[in-house]
Antibody
Framework: QVQLQQSGPELVKPGASVKISCKAS????????MNWVKQRPGQGLEWIGRIYPGDGDTNYNGKFKGKATLTADKSSSTAYMQLSSLTSVDSAVYFC?????????????WGQGTTLTVSS | ENVLTQSPAIMSASLGEKVTMSCRAS?????MYWYQQKSDASPKLWIY???NLAPGVPARFSGSGSGNSYSLTISSMEGEDAATYYCQQFTSSPLTFGAGTKLELK
């Protein structure tokens, strides 16, 4: 069965960077887009971007260009999202989510979420 | 970007009551997708390609719409349906979500 296992909670200082991971299993990792979504406390969902592990192609929401960098390691079936120059507004839960179908217009499986807290 | 406006933001329904929530897009979309999210959990795919129920979703749920206007309907409210529902489009980039409709049990 498809599973997306994300790394644990992070507490980081303002100005620092953090790298969150999402380990996939149960499907062909290289053949599906992996997306990242942000959810601030009590707020809605924001799409950050996506990566196609097969060739490393990425698409970003313009709002997150320069903030998020998406990578993927096919050998370990793991997707990563690095967030840089962190501020309090980056404190949120971050989800990875698999794009459904080749066209990947929606998400059929989600990770459990990684809570990021930015605080001094 | 294509802004999705969900209404109402919060609603309550009694057991057995029919529920309808709306999602309006600022630009026309080809399909709408819906997710259910309960507190402290990940969202779950609920409806895809406007009207198809995801595996395991009860038949009391339905989705409809076209162009700029879409809706999710529950024919008869059950307690387990209390959750927040988000609509989502990816006809145009960036992919966007609505702000959600929180459905409570009355």
């Amino acid at each position: 069965q498809v599973q997306l296992q994300q790394s644990g909670p992070e507490l980081v200082k303002p100005g620092a960077s953090v790298k969150i991971s999402c380990k996939a299993s149960g499907y062909a990792f290289s053949s599906s887009w992996m997306n990242w979504v942000k959810q601030r406390p009590g707020q809605g969902l924001e799409w950050i971007g996506r990566i196609y592990p097969g060739d490393g192609d990425t698409n970003y929401n313009g709002k997150f260009k320069g903030k998020a960098t998406l990578t993927a390691d096919k050998s370990s079936s793991t997707a990563y999202m690095q967030l840089s120059s962190l501020t309090s507004v980056d404190s949120a839960v971050y989800f990875c989510a698999r794009g459904a179908t080749v066209v990947a217009r929606y998400f059929d499986y989600w990770g459990q979420g990684t809570t990021l807290t930015v605080s001094s | 970007e294509n802004v999705l406006t969900q209404s109402p933001a919060i609603m309550s329904a009694s057991l057995g009551e029919k529920v309808t929530m709306s999602c309006r897009a600022s630009s026309s979309v080809n399909y709408m997708y819906w997710y259910q999210q309960k507190s402290d959990a990940s969202p779950k795919l609920w409806i895809y390609y406007t009207s198809n129920l995801a595996p395991g979703v009860p038949a009391r749920f339905s989705g409809s719409g076209s162009g700029n206007s879409y809706s999710l309907t529950i024919s008869s409210m059950e307690g387990e349906d209390a959750a927040t529902y988000y609509c989502q489009q990816f006809t145009s980039s960036p992919l966007t979500f609505g702000a959600g409709t929180k459905l409570e049990l009355k």
